[in-house]
């Protein structure tokens, strides 16, 4: 399928997968063609590697047939697109009639034709054109066209599905549990979420690949709250969450935290290398609580409505199908149509755990660029400090609120603890108290 490369282009724009083999080795290159049990990749420089589906890690294995299939469509089209050009037998049917009256007269009349038609120039001519005519129709092609086959060039007309306008009576449903921590609204295009940024369950324990920072409330309100499109629609090509969307969300949880695509914009998976707590979450640059991984344990409240909504308007629900049967099987965005003919995306423990493409059409921040690009309109963190660096061997072992606007964050490193304890007042000043293991502290303020 497809054709053997010649798409490298060398430049700062040129982009290239990186896929994993279950020996843990990385390969780059792009998706060129596969042939009988092997995707052939087209690397730096134009060169092509093959490699076996069956040595590509399982996720890997999913996009090689993913695109297999796609280009299997793109191609099965023109494959009967041959068209019959042979001459039928009844186009001779005209010069068999002539020749078999010719004969029988002349066995029952030699001189009928003698007198008519050999010695008569009237007779000659007319016989004369008659025969041509008849040639001409029995060497033209045929018209008519075998049934099992399509016309040489096929005239592929994309189908255009309308998909209803989403009731915001069933989104807000959806957010009721949550509220009111948080706050919606809507209009006609979009559904807007309003939130502090802080869940109401705990966070961070669990960590144990830490970045230093820690949760603090976020303007998620007015004009920087969350919009989800109340008309969403098919995208002609879904974008893919392994080569894009490494930064800003990807789905809005209904308690008000954003979801941020499985990998981390260093295109790692944050889950496996442990910078996920037990919720699924931890902070970014900017002190924001956010996901990675799907809020399951939003069901627990929720039970069958949605426990998320994507950025291109679909749902997304957790193990269970809205009508509370076991969930069916899962295409390569990560959802299926539903049994109400509507998609949604499903929520699950293993990668790409919410979004695995974007099935919806969604605008693109020009100001990004792939694979840190992002899905605008998007609300925006406001840090209160400058970005902390990744702390080696600590681990987060405890988490817990002090008054009403400050946390106490317990972390293990070796055998000794140390502490983050930090809050702020109403006029959004913020203090940090840092205790390392060997007790020194360290007290900083920072004005939002």
Not at 56 to 82: E, G
Not at 334 to 355: F, K, Q, R, S
């Amino acid at each position: 399928m497809a054709h053997e490369g010649g798409h490298y282009a060398n430049g700062k724009d040129m982009v290239l997968n990186t896929w994993k083999l279950k020996s843990g080795e990385l390969i780059q290159g792009n998706f060129s063609f596969a042939k009988e049990d092997r995707v052939f990749l087209e690397q730096e420089g134009g060169q092509i590697k093959s490699i076996y589906i069956h040595d590509l890690s399982v996720q890997d294995q999913k996009l090689a047939r993913f695109k297999i299939a796609h280009y299997a469509q793109l191609n099965d089209v023109y494959l009967n697109s041959n068209q019959d050009t042979s001459y039928p037998l009844s186009n001779f049917l005209p010069l068999c009639i002539i020749g078999l009256l010719l004969w029988l007269v002349y066995t029952f009349n030699k001189e009928l034709i003698q007198v008519y038609i050999l010695n008569s120039k009237i007779g000659s001519a007319a016989f004369s054109v008659f025969f041509i005519f008849s040639i001409l129709i029995a060497c033209s092609k045929s018209t008519t066209t075998n049934s099992n086959n399509s016309t040489v060039n096929p005239i592929v007309v994309p189908i255009t599905v309308t998909i209803p306008k989403t009731s915001f009576e069933f989104m807000d449903s959806a957010f009721a549990a949550f509220k009111p921590s948080i706050s919606t609204r809507w209009d006609d295009t979009y559904f807007y979420i309003a939130s502090t940024g802080i869940p109401n369950h705990n966070m961070m324990i669990g960590i144990t690949n830490w970045q230093q920072q820690v949760p603090i409330t976020q303007p998620y309100n007015g004009t920087n709250s969350w919009s989800i499109p109340l008309q969403p629609a098919y995208a002609a090509t879904p974008l893919s969450t392994k080569t894009n969307l490494m930064k800003g969300a990807v789905a809005v949880a209904v308690n008000g935290i954003p979801i941020f695509n499985a990998l981390n914009n260093r295109g790692e998976d944050s889950y496996k290398i442990g910078e996920l707590d037990n919720w699924g979450g931890h902070c970014g640059k900017g002190d924001d609580y956010h996901y990675h991984a799907a809020p399951m344990h939003l069901s627990t409240l929720n039970g069958l409505k949605p426990i998320a909504f994507a950025v291109d308007g679909f749902p997304v629900y957790g193990s269970k199908e809205p009508d509370g049967a076991s969930m069916i099987a899962l295409d390569t965005c990560h959802g299926h149509n539903g049994t109400n003919g509507l998609y949604h995306y499903h929520g699950t423990t293993d990668y790409p755990y919410v979004i695995g493409a974007l099935k919806g059409k969604v605008t693109l921040d020009p100001a990004t660029t792939a694979p840190e690009n992002q899905v605008i309109p998007q609300a925006f963190t406001k840090p209160v400090r400058p970005a902390t660096s990744p702390l080696s061997g600590a681990a987060i072992t405890d988490f817990t609120a002090v008054g009403t606007n400050g946390y106490l964050l317990t972390y293990k490193r070796g055998t000794k603890n140390g502490y983050i304890k930090y809050s702020w007042d109403l006029n959004n000043k913020y203090t940090f108290i840092l205790t390392d293991t060997s007790g020194n502290a360290v007290t900083s303020t920072y004005q939002r």
